[in-house]
């Protein structure tokens, strides 16, 4: 180290900034950036609108759910219609023949329950379109139902249950239904389509 005159210690110099270039600038873009996107806020009627289907969707599968844990007395039963339909007919063709009413009767409504669930979440993403879909879808629940109440419903306090329960899933969903129309909630899938 170098000293001063006076004695002390020189400090070492400090490093030439002109020496280390500036990092490179980035360049110019010229992409716009990207929107703010606006979600307007949900209105009532489609508020409404979900908490009925939704509603209808649990009163469905509590029918189906009950049929399932009760399926044996069911079976019994349907068996014996198959017989009275075709008398004399051969035993495992009987069972067979109610096994296939029952399961496929099972099968028809949670298969509209399913398409209605997602017609429902279509919606919920603001299309429009799929609040068409979920009339027809209404009308073939109602149909369903029609054909597998013969099979489905029993005799009893436990039969009108289900009718209760099915009664309660149609009236639901049509409320739902009627609130997707609506005004308030045309406009909000009409901003979608429209802008953000």
Known sequence: MAQHPDGDSQRPAAPDRAA??????????????????????????VRLAR??????????????????????????????????????????????????????????LLLVILLQTAMLAVVSARHG???WLMILLLAGQILVMAVASAFLVPEGDAGRNVV????????????????????????????KRNGP
Do not use: C
């Open 20 to 45: 280390t270039p500036p990092p490179p600038r980035p360049g110019l873009s010229y992409a716009a950036p990207a929107p703010i996107v606006v979600v307007p806020p949900t209105p009532r009627s």
């Open 129 to 131: 379109w799929a609040r």
């Open 164 to 191: 209760l329960l099915w009664g309660s899933q149609l009236l639901l969903a049509f409320v739902g239904l009627v609130a997707l129309f609506m005004p308030p909630a045309g406009r909000w899938l009409k901003a």
């Open 51 to 108: 908490s009925a289907w939704l509603i209808s969707f649990v009163a469905g599968l509590a029918v189906l759910i009950g049929s399932f844990l009760t399926r044996t007395p069911h079976l019994e039963r349907l068996r014996t219609v198959v017989e009275e339909m075709a008398p004399g007919g051969d035993a495992n063709a009987v069972t067979t023949s109610a096994a296939i009413v029952f399961w496929g009767s099972l099968s028809g």
